[in-house]
């Protein structure tokens, strides 16, 4: 069975500080790897993922994250936090061996970036 | 359309009523989920479609949920003789079928459920 863990429920950063949000899964198979971000009152937007090759991966707003195949993780990371980067995250894992679409998301990690 | 569009955004409910949320995908995605947000929790797993396939109803938590998908297109979710423990965001989302699921969901705005 698929599972994903985010073990922080909040994390805190001062603007300009680098961030980490963390999220580590369990499939039987080889994942597929998502962020998602959902900013107040919007809905949920896709930030990244991670599918295969290359295990540093860039997404939209200068986020990245990188997948560690021993520890079972994609921490989501950006250089410089913004102010604006104040939201709730999700990590989702989807199993490849399964073959299908369900895709379980974590509990969702919120960053507060203070100016 | 656009985006997934969700109606209605709010629905209030007494306890006992049955109630219908309904979802339209992005055109031309024929990967569709649904997944119940409660207040402080993650995303719950209720149910996806992908194309003519059997849906996966693994997620949904009891008999008196069901879900359908018409057409391959709009999707509705039933909840039969609702609880106060139903109140939650009801989101939906759909993608494309990629390369053995290889691709992001796209979401809606959500229908928020209380149940009074």
């Known amino acids: 069975a698929q599972s994903v863990a985010q073990p922080e429920d909040q994390v805190n950063v001062a603007e300009g500080n680098p961030l980490t949000v963390k999220c580590t899964y369990s499939?039987?198979?080889?994942?597929?790897l998502f962020w998602y971000v959902q900013y107040p009152n919007r809905g949920l937007q896709f930030l990244l993922k991670?599918?295969?090759?290359?295990?540093l991966v860039k997404g939209s707003y200068g986020f990245e994250a990188e997948f560690n195949k021993s520890q079972t993780s994609f921490h989501l990371k950006k250089p410089s936090a913004l102010v604006s980067d104040s939201a709730l995250y999700f990590c989702?894992?989807?199993?490849?061996?399964?073959?299908?679409?369900?895709?379980?998301f974590g509990a969702g990690t919120r960053l507060f970036v203070k100016a | 359309g656009a985006g997934v569009s969700q109606s209605p955004s709010n629905k209030v409910t007494e306890k006992g009523k049955d109630v219908e949320l309904r979802c339209d995908p992005i055109?031309?995605?024929?990967?569709l989920y649904w997944y119940r947000q409660s207040l402080g929790q993650g995303l719950e797993f209720l149910i996806y479609?992908?194309?003519?396939?059997?849906?996966?109803k693994s997620g949904l938590p009891s008999d008196r949920f069901s879900a359908e998908r018409t057409g391959g297109s709009v999707s509705t979710l039933t909840i039969q003789r609702t609880q106060q423990e139903d109140s939650a965001v009801y989101l939906c989302?759909?993608?494309?079928?990629?390369?053995?699921?290889?691709?992001?969901?796209?979401f809606g705005q959500g229908t928020r459920l209380t149940v009074v």
């Open positions: 989302a759909s993608s494309l079928v990629g390369q053995g699921g290889n691709t992001e969901a796209f």
């Open positions: 499939v039987s198979g080889n994942p597929y």
């Open positions: 991670y599918i295969t090759g290359d295990n």
């Open positions: 989702a894992v989807r199993d490849k061996r399964a073959g299908g679409f369900k895709t379980i």
């Open positions: 055109s031309g995605h024929t990967a």
């Open positions: 479609f992908q194309g003519n396939s059997a849906p996966d």
